[in-house]
């Protein structure tokens, strides 16, 4: 389970998240070519300066380690072991109580625990419309990147900032509601950085996207066949606090069995199939288990999740309607057809040359 595991989503905010995301654009502009053109601009000087990759990476690798240790500190200074008793004098519950450390607030750290869990219960939805969203994202780098190289359209600088906009924000969704890698949104980060401006050159806009379209198609790809949506079954809907107490049974937040048939619906098809309104249902629909959905401990996060859900549906079925996210979107194909015969003609003239 994900305290037992200690897993890193109870310990590492949005913050770090992102810090990982800037560090992994930063080590991609200093080590490729992707920026290209960019040497004037403010990102640009950043880059003649010295980027020291190793002592990035050990910074952040001691943000995490220091992290975890303080959080698996505080479940331990929070947890009693109503075992332990002294030959003078046995300690009652309450005067065991009484010796925890004053720095650790047992309430705080159930109530952050909680809230957790309940981001982690919502994120399949999330995933879902963050899944939705990329593959529309990608739809519209597509069409601009085939207007650039074909000369028919200029990229208006209201077009590349609608663009923009709708990129940042579906970063922001991702690194803080869904359980997505940072390095899977790394290029849509460094397309946000380079773009935010707004007068970019046709010919590093269009080596950018050569460079970074590519492995937004694959990470789409992976998310569309491997995922928490498919399974919508593989999340636990309890919302109670652990037991701080040692040697008592286990009633922590748990994973559900794997479903094996449920991956016989993954990939594209998934997408043609109501996993909205299954989520939704699920999520706060009755229970039929023993476990009651509604609790006083619970009720304020309850709350708060409800808000959550309902503040992004309301967003995302506007943004949503009128896409069609089922299936490849013409743009997308063209854009595929016409890189590949360019790669073969230049493999061509690359072997008879």
Not at 20 to 47: F, H, P
Not at 129 to 135: L, N, V
Not at 179 to 196: D, I, N, V
Request: charged share 20%; net charge neutral.
């Amino acid at each position: 389970d994900l305290l037992n595991s200690k897993h890193p989503h109870l310990y590492l905010d949005m913050k770090f998240k992102t810090e990982v995301l800037a560090a992994l654009c930063m080590t991609q502009w200093a080590g490729t070519d992707e920026l290209r053109g960019y040497e004037n601009s403010e990102m640009g000087s950043a880059r003649k300066k010295s980027y020291n990759v190793l002592k990035v990476e050990e910074m952040l690798c001691e943000k995490v380690a220091f992290a975890k240790e303080k959080f698996a500190a505080d479940v331990e200074t929070a947890t009693l072991d109503k075992e332990i008793v002294t030959v003078e004098n046995q300690l009652s519950v309450e005067d065991m109580e009484k010796l925890r450390p004053a720095s650790v607030n047992a309430v705080d750290l159930v109530k952050g625990l909680l809230n957790k869990w309940a981001k982690v219960q919502t994120s399949q939805l999330i995933e879902f419309w963050c899944a939705c969203e990329e593959i529309s994202l990608i739809q519209e780098f597509c069409a601009m990147s085939l207007n650039l190289k074909q000369g028919t359209k200029e990229v208006s600088s209201t077009d590349l900032h609608q663009l923009v906009s709708r990129t940042k924000y579906f970063i922001d969704l991702a690194v803080a509601q869904t359980l997505w890698s940072p390095s899977m949104l790394r290029p849509y980060q460094t397309f946000s950085w380079a773009a935010e401006g707004g007068n970019i050159p046709r010919e590093n806009l269009l080596h950018l996207m050569k460079c970074i379209l590519p492995l937004m198609m694959n990470f789409a790809s992976h998310h569309t066949w491997c995922n928490s949506f498919d399974d919508i079954e593989c999340l636990s809907l309890s919302l109670i606090s652990p037991s701080f107490w040692k040697h008592d049974a286990d009633d922590t937040q748990h994973f559900a069995p794997t479903n094996i048939k449920a991956f016989a619906k993954a990939g594209p098809l998934r997408f043609r199939q109501p996993v909205q309104i299954e989520l939704l249902l699920r999520l706060f629909s009755k229970t039929h288990s023993n476990i009651p959905r509604l609790t006083l401990e619970n009720s304020e996060v309850r709350a708060k999740q409800a808000c959550t859900v309902m503040s992004q549906l309301v967003r995302h079925c506007t943004m949503l309607q009128g896409r069609d996210h089922q299936r490849v979107s013409v743009p997308t194909l063209v854009y595929q057809f016409v890189n590949l015969i360019d790669a073969l003609s230049h493999e061509f003239r690359s072997h008879y040359t």
